[in-house]
């Protein structure tokens, strides 16, 4: 088991990256590929799937979307090959935000997640996701940036799960601004 690779991103393939560490290329299946960069050093936090014909590794840009996607998996009928879509396109507190307030529509929405493995992580996972809403509440680009705007904290909290911290944090300041001046 590893609990991060550091090394240099040689190659990224739509599911996947190659982290080059001291010359060992590890495939590690990631959420959003092309949130890397060819030949930029990555502390990629891991998570190693053994069965009895494969050796995966998952990896995750922070350790906060690491620990959700842990979380994801020990939900009775989703695997990690389910739970790596779903933090690709939604952002970890909005995925929390939908558990918390039963939300199955927006479970629904990512692939390969019906009714009744929506109702099973809601049923497996309410109320057992700390506040990291707190943690990206205090060191987050985003939030400072808004604060900077003169935008309220609790104004700020209240679209934080809304907005999709994977994508670039220009993109992030736009919808947020957006669901600001809703």
Do not use: C, W
């Not at 088991?1 to 240099?8: A, D, F, L, P, S």
């Not at 990512?110 to 060191?139: C, E, H, Y």
């Amino acid at each position: 088991m590893y609990g991060y690779i550091k090394g240099i991103v040689t190659e990224i393939e739509s599911n996947y990256i190659i982290v080059d560490n001291n010359g060992v290329g590890y495939i590690i299946f990631v959420p959003n590929p092309y949130a890397y960069q060819l030949n930029n050093e990555y502390t990629v936090y891991t998570y190693t799937q053994v069965r009895e014909d494969e050796y995966s590794l998952y990896g995750f840009k922070e350790k906060e979307e690491k620990d959700l996607f842990m979380k994801l998996i020990s939900v009775k009928g989703l695997g990690p090959k389910m739970a790596l879509p779903m933090l690709a396109t939604g952002s970890i507190n909005g995925i929390m935000d939908a558990i918390d307030r039963e939300n199955i529509l927006y479970l629904k929405k990512f692939p390969k997640i019906g009714d009744k493995v929506a109702r099973q992580i809601i049923l497996d996972l309410k109320g057992k996701l700390t506040a990291s809403s707190n943690t990206i509440l205090n060191n987050n680009e985003l939030v400072d940036a808004l604060l900077a705007l003169g935008y309220k904290q609790a104004d700020i909290k209240k679209v934080l799960p809304h907005v999709n911290l994977n994508n670039d944090i220009e993109n992030q300041i736009k919808e947020a601004l957006k669901l600001l001046l809703k």
